[in-house]
């Protein structure tokens, strides 16, 4: 048993936490570029939240941080600023039948 080779690597998502800033100064910073300056305080992937209005995806001034630990920090730093990170909280899924969020008879298979 002892020649079989055997790789282990962590979980993608159980050993990552999400926290969501809201920052206006960092708008118009490229997101590689703040993913590349939060390396160093455990950050791994950055996000912009976006939003649909009339038809047409508008960038918001709020980023979702991916950190490469369980534990969220209670702080990044960005330049000067010392931005607070509260945890983010995806929005629930729903099936295609119950897409108005109203639910009259419970959708076959729930």
């Given at each position: 048993m002892s020649t079989i080779p055997v790789?282990?690597?962590p979980h993608e998502?159980?050993?990552?936490s999400k926290g969501v800033i809201t920052c206006g100064e960092l708008?118009?910073?490229p997101l590689d570029e703040i993913t590349e300056r939060l390396k160093s305080q455990g950050g791994s992937y950055?996000?912009?939240i976006t939003i649909r209005?009339?038809?047409q995806l508008l960038n918001t001034k709020h980023l979702i941080l991916?950190?490469?630990?369980h534990v969220l920090p209670e702080y990044v730093k960005a330049g000067y600023m010392r931005l607070s990170l509260r945890p983010?909280?995806?929005?629930p899924l729903r099936c295609f039948k119950c897409v108005s969020g109203?639910?009259?008879l419970p959708a076959a298979g729930h």
């Amino acid at each position: 048993m002892s020649t079989i080779p055997v790789s282990v690597s962590p979980h993608e998502t159980l050993n990552t936490s999400k926290g969501v800033i809201t920052c206006g100064e960092l708008f118009h910073v490229p997101l590689d570029e703040i993913t590349e300056r939060l390396k160093s305080q455990g950050g791994s992937y950055v996000r912009r939240i976006t939003i649909r209005r009339d038809g047409q995806l508008l960038n918001t001034k709020h980023l979702i941080l991916t950190f490469s630990s369980h534990v969220l920090p209670e702080y990044v730093k960005a330049g000067y600023m010392r931005l607070s990170l509260r945890p983010y909280i995806p929005n629930p899924l729903r099936c295609f039948k119950c897409v108005s969020g109203i639910l009259k008879l419970p959708a076959a298979g729930h």
